[in-house]
């Protein structure tokens, strides 16, 4: 958590913390088995199962900021809210993006260069951003899933 909170990339510092683990855990010899079996195969099914989730969601990211529509509908809520409400703002256009019929997943990678924009101009630190889409996540999450 203290490498991934100053800036290093987690997709670098999963494995090493995984390698790491090992390392501490006594026999490193008799436990590669459990890296390879278990850190290994969980995180390739993790990927298996949601990369088409988070490709997809790149993409319309992209799309959705190459074509300006989500920066027009971000301007249109700091322009009611006013650029120091930024984390509010994003809040807000994450709910619209949401309650619209878009995955959270895919907002998320909407949202995000859009909330850069707003945070760097209301001097709010970045680190702050995926704090601002999951304040609207865990509630667009309860309310678009019956089973929540």
Known sequence: ??????????????????TLAVFLSGDFLSSIPAYTDVFMGALSGFLLKFFPIFLLGALFGRLMADSGAATAIANTVVEKLGASKAILAVILVCAILTYGGVSLFVVAFAIYPIAKDLFKAADIPKRLIPAAIAGHASHSECHSNPLL
């Not at 987690?10 to 090493?16: D, E, K, R, T």
């Open 1 to 18: 958590m203290f490498f991934a909170y100053r800036g290093y990339s987690v997709l670098i510092l999963a494995p090493i913390m995984a």
